[in-house]
């Protein structure tokens, strides 16, 4: 039930990386007409920071940490809600977590690979994938709202590392 993730080796995400990120979305907003409040900002920017998908709790221990204060849950989830329909957070379900996307300021098709054993993600926008899914889509006369693609396994660091994995599948 608990999301907890090993962050044994997690990567510090550098304060370059955070800034923009966080000025992407800024921008993104503005040109959008699009109000980036303070708290969508904090959200989005713990959400940077963590360098892994985080679930609510998690995220709500997190801001409460770098706040000083604890914010009221609803208050988090609109921020939250906000950021996803604007597509600068993806939601993963298979952890029941959320993770800000790459590439906030056009649309595509998140495919997000996750490891297993660290909780790491990494996501990468594969045109080969968006064009599939798209000719696939057509060809079932399907209208696709949400196109995150999550796949799971161990990630480089933890392979090189040979940090024994949850599970096999030889
Ligand atoms: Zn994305
Ligand atoms: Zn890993």
Redesign the pocket.
Known sequence: MAQRMAAHHRRPVSHTVVSAALNAVATTCRERGLQFTIIRRQVMETLIKAGQPLGAYELMGALQDSLGRRLAPPTVYRALEFLQEQ?FV?RIESRNAFVP???PDHP?A?VFFICDNCGASE?V?DRTIERAVARDAASLGFRVARRVVELQGTCATCLATGTPTASHHP
Do not use: Y
Request: net charge negative; aromatic share 0%; charged share 20%.
């Open positions: 597509h993806s996307c790459a590439h595509h998140c996501e926008e």
